[in-house]
């Protein structure tokens, strides 16, 4: 199972792009303190990369800014490219599903509005391959 669930502060204000397909996308540095303080008894942060897609990210872009503090759900991805030197770079990011602002704002309530619309239409498009059976499956049509 990868679920990962953090909280912390957005770094920078969200630059939010679109793929030639019109797809939304937010890449954003979240700040999240450690539980415990290092030996001088100061808490540190890490800096987690996190992307969000389509309706996520174009509500986060428009209701976050630096500063803003958020939960987000998500499941951690890993990847790797080919940098201009030659040399493969790993990537390892956070895909944010779901996001809750924990900052109290006015705005919040549109955009947790927009959240659940959001949401709903995910559900919507999400097909389930076995509707079709049924309520019940029998041991026949599984394929193993």
Not at 32 to 50: H, K, L, Q, T
Not at 75 to 98: A, F, L, P, S
């Amino acid at each position: 199972m990868n679920i990962i669930n953090l909280s912390g502060r957005i770094t920078k204000d969200i630059e939010l792009r679109y793929t030639t397909n019109d797809k939304a996308i937010a890449k954003f540095n979240l700040a999240v303190r450690r539980d415990m303080p290092n030996a001088n008894g100061e808490y540190e942060s890490d800096f987690i990369n996190c992307i969000s897609f389509n309706k996520t990210a174009e509500i986060l872009a428009k209701y976050t800014e630096k500063g803003s503090k958020i939960l987000v759900e998500g499941r951690i991805q890993t990847g790797n490219y080919e940098g201009k030197d030659g040399k493969k770079i790993y990537t390892t990011d956070v895909i944010v599903d779901k996001f809750e602002f924990l900052d109290k704002k006015a705005t919040q309530e549109e955009a947790k509005e927009e959240q659940n619309i959001a949401t709903q239409e995910h559900n919507e498009e999400t097909h389930d391959p076995f509707k079709e059976m049924g309520d019940k499956v029998s041991s026949e049509d599984l394929p193993f």
